[in-house]
């Protein structure tokens, strides 16, 4: 009995419990509005469906938001990461738009480099402004994410530059093994982040940074190195996540790609219980920040929530969420629950004292 | 010695915005001193100060082009400033104008509020106002000549009255998805009531969702996703621009229907793209929103520099386009 209860209170304080409750009850309530709403079809050799386009829509999220968990593990924000995945996305659009075989895999392979390539060197002006020069994360990426989207407005000469190159469209409506390939390609990178920062002692160092900078100099880490190198990650991750988006729509809008994702990503990570303050980081619940992100917003679209209420909707499910994952509002619900059985012995006590 | 530590750093960072600092000064000075050999030219040529919004689309880009084009044909001096999706910059730049003493003052705002002190200085030296393509909401009309621009809410009806002829013969329901602009902008706004009014009159034509694709491509695919799965029978699309129905294309194709054909689709804008879809047959109908007014920008400059008087509304000259006058239409488009 007791163990049971042992039990149920280790899952309910698990602090990805929550975020798992919101999202089953998000799906049960689209299907309940309208039930084929989980059911999946096999169309044209791949499967079709609303949970579907939830995970084919949510990869770039993932993605962003993976690097945002590792800079934010070290007490730091990147909030140029929408700004860089329009100006990696530009880039290879551009480039394959004067191929003059938009087809060709090897146009569009360099394509890829060049956007990372950039993406790469404007982490690293990040990481030096953020590392070296000892700017504040948040004014030093600020820089970028106001920069950036003039820059990629610049690639494109503020028009949409619409593309058709097979190849590049693979990478956000491809599909491998039935499945949306932008999902296999955010998982991959997961699984490479994940690898390195929880079988190498890199998580650790990162979480030490992320603790206290300082201390961690002292005991030997290279702290700079290390703030340095989650700004690169997180702008490779916000590269490849702008080929998706551009990929989607096979077309490049220096304006629109990757707006406000900075803010999403960061509501993700959030979700995930890693902690604005750094030193923690659960790259799982990060995901799963990610896909409840995604469900959120199809689900106003499956259930025509109007558009002028649909913000609202969306606030009160994530102010929900943060609530209850909340420790000092959790507290007070669990406190209140076994007051009923525990005030009794706290009265006995003084009782006992006295006659002692 | 930590002092020094700490110390150093924020030195750096004032250096670094100091640097930022100086170098935003001097762009704006570079940005206002749109020319000093600047007055009123006795050689009787109109001198006409622009302030535009900025560059931030194709269609804005048209829109910059015609009026510098128009200015040259019509032999109007052209002074022309790019506010930068800013009102500082704006008000900064109209303030210049009336200092160089232009003839006629005109300018996209970039908000609606907050023009009434700059239009009143502008009264006050005797330069007229005109507004383009954007409205200012200034209770004192006095404060501008006219306002140059599209008509959304006709964009919308042109449209839905194009659709209520089209399916006239229709004996069942008419099941119309609508993916609207930017919620709370103008545009959707209008073009949303417009369309609305038009397809009142046949009761089969019926809205059965609505949403916001905020203009662009991928929201109007991510849109149009969920309401091909929410309704199985789909017959009429409606966009409020040319992009978002782009984004709705994909996800057509991809839910295996064929776009045109299956769904009709109507749009609004007729850019490039969005021409080319229609000539290839897969948009059916399209209410230009067009940003070439250029010539009639500086019609209305000379009339009202010699003191004519104009309509306090102009509407910029549009049309519609079929998939026939697409094909037509496509090799002159300008954007």
């Not at chain 1, 070290?74 to 929408?82: E, P």
């Not at chain 1, 960061?266 to 896909?291: C, E, P, W």
């Amino acid at each position: 009995m007791s163990n049971r209860t042992a039990g149920y209170r280790a899952l309910t304080t698990h602090r990805l419990f929550w975020p798992i409750v919101v999202l089953v009850v998000l799906l049960a309530a689209n299907t309940v509005y309208r039930p084929g709403f989980l059911s999946v079809q096999m169309r044209d050799g791949h499967l079709y469906g609303s949970l579907i386009d939830i995970l084919r829509l949510s990869a770039p999220l993932i993605l962003v938001a993976l690097g945002m968990t590792l800079v934010i593990a070290t007490g730091g924000i990147d909030l140029s990461v929408g700004s860089l995945c329009a100006i990696s996305g530009a880039i290879a659009c551009l480039h394959i738009s004067e191929q003059p075989d938009q087809n060709s895999v090897g146009g569009v392979l360099t394509a890829l480099a060049l956007g990372l390539g950039v993406a790469l060197v404007l982490g690293a002006w990040n990481g030096v402004l953020v590392a070296v020069i000892g700017i504040q994360p948040i004014i030093a990426t600020l820089i970028l994410m106001v920069a950036g989207r003039g820059l990629a407005q610049l690639i494109t000469e503020g028009q949409i530059l619409t593309i058709n190159s097979d190849p590049y469209k693979a990478i956000g409506v491809g599909h491998l093994l039935t499945l949306p390939l932008a999902i296999f390609i955010a998982l991959a990178a997961a699984l490479v982040v994940a690898a390195f920062t929880r079988r190498t002692a890199l998580g650790l160092i990162i979480e030490s940074v992320g603790g206290n900078a300082q201390a961690s100099r002292l005991a030997g880490i290279r702290s700079a190195r290390i703030t340095f190198l989650v700004y690169v990650i997180s702008a490779a991750c916000a590269a490849v996540a702008g080929f998706m988006m551009t990929a989607n729509v096979s077309s490049a809008d220096g304006n629109a790609a990757g707006l406000w994702v900075e803010l999403d990503a960061i509501l993700a990570v959030v979700i995930g219980g890693t902690s604005l303050a750094g030193g923690r980081f659960s790259l799982g619940g990060t995901i799963l920040g990610a896909l409840l992100i995604q469900t959120l917003t199809t689900t106003v679209y499956a259930m025509n929530i109007s558009p002028q209420t649909s913000l609202l909707f969306k606030a009160v499910v994530v102010i929900a969420v943060c609530l209850i994952q909340a420790p000092g509002f959790r507290a007070r619900f669990a406190r209140r629950r076994p007051s009923a059985a525990a005030p009794a012995p706290v009265t006995e006590q003084p009782k006992e004292q006295v006659p002692a | 010695m930590k002092r020094m530590r700490t110390y150093l750093p924020s030195r750096k960072v004032i250096a670094v915005l100091a640097a930022a600092l100086l170098a935003t000064g001097t762009a704006a000075c570079g940005n206002s001193d749109t020319g000093d050999n600047a007055g009123k030219g006795d050689d009787g040529k109109i001198t006409l100060g622009f302030s535009q919004v900025g560059a931030e689309s194709g269609w804005r880009t048209a829109n910059t082009t015609s009026i510098k084009e128009a200015a040259s044909a019509a032999g109007i001096e052209l002074k022309f400033d790019d506010a930068q999706q800013k009102q500082e910059n704006q008000i900064k730049a109209i303030r210049n104008f009336i200092q160089q003493k232009v003839d006629v003052i005109a300018f996209s705002p970039v908000v609606e509020s907050g023009w009434d002190t700059v239009l009143k200085e502008a009264k006050d030296a005797k330069i007229p106002v005109i507004l383009t393509d954007r409205a200012v909401d200034s209770a004192d009309k006095s404060l501008y000549k006219t306002f140059l621009g599209s008509d959304f809410v006709k964009e919308g009806r042109l449209a839905g009255e194009w659709l209520v002829e089209q399916k006239k013969a229709a004996s069942g329901p008419v099941n119309i998805v609508e993916l609207q602009g930017t919620t709370g902008s103008a545009p959707a706004n209008d073009r949303k009531k417009g369309f609305a009014e038009a397809i009142a009159a046949n009761p089969n034509l019926k809205i059965i969702a609505s949403q916001s694709g905020d203009f662009t491509r991928a929201g109007g695919k991510q849109v149009m996703e969920q309401f091909l799965k929410a309704n199985p029978k789909i017959d009429v699309l409606f966009a409020h621009n040319d992009d978002m129905g782009l984004g709705a294309l994909e996800a057509i194709t991809a839910a295996g229907k064929v776009p045109g054909k299956d769904i009709t689709i109507i749009t609004v804008d007729a850019v490039k793209d969005g021409m080319q879809a229609l000539a290839d047959g897969k948009f059916n109908f399209i209410a230009e929103c067009s940003p070439l007014l250029g010539p009639q920008l500086m019609e209305l400059a000379k009339k009202v520099h010699n003191g004519e008087e104009v309509p306090a509304r102009i509407e910029t000259e549009e049309t519609t386009f079929t998939q026939e006058q697409a094909k037509e239409a496509l090799p002159n488009r300008k954007y």
